[in-house]
């Protein structure tokens, strides 16, 4: 750890700094969990080893709770899972994820000692637990776990005081980084990092943090100098400063005093009206057309959640129609619709229109987010990919060559989901190369490779923003 120094940040408390200087896209220092854990939700669809989504588990023959890809995994994940499958069996059933995740790091440290190894520079008695911060809401359930640890920790396990027990469960509970399926899209677990909970929070951050083949990567955003403070955003920059700020203060229990939030910087964007020829929207206006817009993301939400796809495309379209006129491009309610026509459009292979909605999210989200900002490339991605989809090639190139620009600074050369845009980037650049050449024989050839071989249905939209936006977990 020789990138990084512990050091006394005013009005933060113990912080980390640069020791030399980086460049958009280093690694300042990479960290393997102390222990993690599958979210409940997903514990029979991931592997409890490696963290993989497969269509088909192995699932433990003793506990009958734990699942693996095959014996390779479940051998590699016995040694953590031992005392746990003995606990499951003697409980009778499997406790919630952050009563496994308690239990796991506690016999890691049972075994191992407060250092489990030569990179940590923090233990867990040091980190900060927030129990005298809680409200009386999340206290009761913070207690009603605590109980149910007591009775799943096993009486042949070494006995703790409820105060050390209480201090990890307050630990994870502020400081728990969700794990990621094997693509990077979706949140499927939870672990500890110590040395990613002394990194501090800024809404416009120098670095960002992503999971990489089972390790956390602290990664530079831009230019850091030797001496600077390290930080990463523990919040979305799309939510307004009052809303970034309320969700600090009850989730992480500090005040942000960033310049940002200070500032109130481009909530003016957020919530704007649409300028056209020098005009603008009256205050009463825009109001209204963002209460219209707030009702309708409800409706669109249920809708989505029950899987009336074209219900959804319905309740978006009236929204649009009486809204975009209206709101500016950079509204975040407006760009919320857009993402989501966009999404559902391309599940529905409606792909021109999709692409249409996915272009006009892209540019709403460069006015707002970091240029390196990892959503913005993720949003990026996925315009191209539907660009390409709709036959759109040098739009769709050009937004992928975008999206490959930011993860590499934000995800790396090795990150999986890096590794499938690469490859998208070279397959759009030759298709580019034979449209540029004869734009009628590119679209015959297109043609007739999808009268061959169909575009298959899409997955179900999801959100891809939702696992980068969503990094630190907490427990609802």
Request: aromatic share 8%; glycine share 6%; charged share 25%.
């Amino acid at each position: 750890m020789e990138n990084v120094a512990i050091f006394d940040s005013p009005g933060k408390g113990r912080g980390l700094k640069a020791t030399k200087e980086f460049w958009a896209g280093d690694v300042i220092f990479s960290e393997a969990s102390i222990s993690a854990v599958v979210f409940d939700s997903l514990a029979e669809r991931i592997c409890h080893s490696c963290f993989r989504r497969q269509e088909k588990l192995q699932r433990c023959g003793q506990c009958k709770f734990a699942h693996y890809c095959d014996r390779t995994c479940q051998r590699a994940g016995w040694a953590e899972h031992k005392q746990e499958c003995s606990a499951i069996k003697t409980y009778g059933k499997a406790p919630n994820e952050n009563i496994r995740l308690v239990a796991r790091i506690m016999w890691r440290l049972d075994k191992d000692g407060s250092v489990v190894s030569d990179m940590q520079l923090t233990t867990l008695e040091e980190l900060e637990d927030h129990i005298e911060d809680m409200q009386e809401d999340e206290l009761k359930e913070f207690k009603v776990d605590i109980h149910n640890f007591l009775d799943y920790w096993p009486r042949n396990s070494k006995q703790h005081t409820i105060d050390v027990i209480s201090h990890v469960f307050g630990v994870i509970n502020c400081n728990g980084f969700t794990v990621s399926d094997q693509r990077g899209l979706q949140a499927v677990g939870v672990g500890l990092f110590p040395n990613l909970c002394l990194v501090n929070h800024d809404c416009w951050p120098n670095c960002t943090v992503i999971l990489n083949h089972g390790k956390i990567e602290l990664r530079a955003l831009g230019k850091i100098a030797e001496g600077e403070e390290l930080m990463v955003s523990y919040v979305d920059y799309m939510n307004l400063s009052e809303e970034r700020q309320r969700l600090l203060k009850t989730q992480y229990f500090f005040d942000c005093t960033c310049e940002h939030c200070k500032n109130k910087t481009k909530d003016d964007l957020k919530m704007g009206g649409r300028e056209v020829d020098g005009v603008k929207p009256s205050e009463e206006q825009v109001k209204e057309a963002t209460d219209y817009c707030f009702e309708m993301l409800d409706k669109m939400d249920k809708a989505r959640l029950n899987g009336d796809y074209h219900d959804v495309v319905k309740i978006c379209r009236a929204c649009i129609e009486k809204t975009e006129p209206i709101l500016a491009d950079t509204h975040i309610y407006l760009l919320r619709i857009w993402s989501t026509m966009s999404e559902v459009q391309a599940y529905l292979q409606y792909f021109e229109e999709a692409a249409d909605y996915a272009h006009k999210m892209v540019d709403g989200y460069m006015k707002i987010y970091h240029p390196n900002n990892a959503a913005l490339g993720m949003a990026a991605m996925r315009a191209g990919v539907t660009h390409w989809q709709a036959g759109l090639i040098e739009v769709g190139h050009g937004m992928i060559c975008k999206a490959y620009g930011i993860l590499m600074i934000t995800h790396g050369p090795t990150h999986p989901i890096t590794k499938d845009l690469e490859a998208m980037r070279m397959q759009t650049e030759m298709e580019l190369r034979m449209f540029k050449q004869n734009e009628y024989v590119y679209h015959s050839m297109r043609e007739a490779a999808l009268k061959n071989k169909p575009m298959t249905m899409m997955h179900e939209p999801k959100s891809m923003e939702e696992g980068i936006k969503n990094l630190f977990h907490r427990k609802k």
